[in-house]
């Protein structure tokens, strides 16, 4: 399978030097969260902060514009209680239909705040600038998964539309 090239951008860039060791262990699925022979591209890790997951799926769904395997990998990302409420690779996809989430494929700009912690759960706010140059702002919600294949891994349990002043002004508006 070839990638072209804006998908090749997006696996570039997901080893940019602020993610380098955590992005090349997922790449190379060195992490215990996900050994064997998965198809290419990065994986939930141990190794990924809350933000770092968050900025590979954002990643991901800017190629997802492009690139069908690109949706792919932004659900790698999901944890299995999201995954149970989203259903089937369809019902993913099927989120971006709709103008909630529809900013967030094929983006031109994201920019993922600072995370906050507390009791195993993580939240990320993030700017969007959509293809079309609207403005959106989206609030991740992430935890981290105590058991099973992605034990200390964290992943997204939802994404909920917030308002970009809110983000501005507080952006620890989760906690």
Known sequence: MHATPRLQRFRRH????WLWPAAVCALLHLGACGAGDEPEGPWPDPALSPRAVVQLQ???????GDEADAFDIA???ASPTNRDAIGDDGGFRALFDGD??????????ALAHDESRRDGHA??????TGADGAR???L????????????DCWMIDGVVPVDLERIRKNPEIAI
């Open 58 to 64: 954002l990643e991901a769904l800017r190629a997802a």
């Open 123 to 128: 939240f990320v706010p993030v700017e969007i």
């Open 75 to 77: 659900l790698r990302f």
């Open 136 to 138: 959106s702002g989206f």
């Open 100 to 109: 909630v989430y529809a900013p967030l494929v094929g983006h031109r700009r």
């Open 140 to 151: 991740y919600a992430l935890s981290l998964q105590a058991d099973g294949r992605w034990r």
């Open 14 to 17: 997901a080893a940019t030097p």
